[in-house]
């Protein structure tokens, strides 16, 4: 199944994300598309300096990274948790490559600490 991440309902994934799990690409596309609508909705938290975001400038990055997040089956929408999000200039985003700045446990508890969204 290829998403069409421009027709996402979000919300009819949330609980039942088990087929995201089973396709990387499915999974990747679903949380670039719920990073970008999140960021929308919290930009200030996650950009308080308002950083210009670009390829060369500032990436919104994952702190649990996307690809970890698929290997160990986490559910897509906490990767895409605003709370599991900050600005890295690119350089620094480029480095960390897929390395995660916490665990699963730290993430759990920040989203716990957050809420859903």
């Known amino acids: ?15 039942n994300v088990s087929e995201l799990l089973e396709n990387k690409e499915d999974y990747y596309a ?22 210009k975001r670009g390829w060369k400038a500032n990436h919104v990055d994952h702190i649990y990274s996307v690809s970890q997040g698929f290997k160990d089956g986490i559910d897509p929408f906490w990767i895409a948790h605003p709370c ?13 490559n ?3 700045g916490h665990t699963v446990d730290e993430l759990s508890e920040k989203i716990n600490d957050f809420g859903i969204v």
Not at 40 to 46: E, S
Not at 84 to 96: C, R, T, V
Request: glycine content about 2%.
């Open 1 to 15: 199944m290829a998403l069409n991440i421009n027709l996402i309902d979000f919300e009819t994934y949330r609980g």
């Open 30 to 51: 679903f949380v670039r598309a719920l990073t970008e609508k999140n960021y929308n909705i919290f930009a200030t938290q996650i950009n308080p300096k308002n950083l």
């Open 84 to 96: 599991n999000l900050q600005m890295l200039k690119a350089k620094d985003n480029k480095k960390k």
């Open 98 to 100: 897929a390395s995660c």
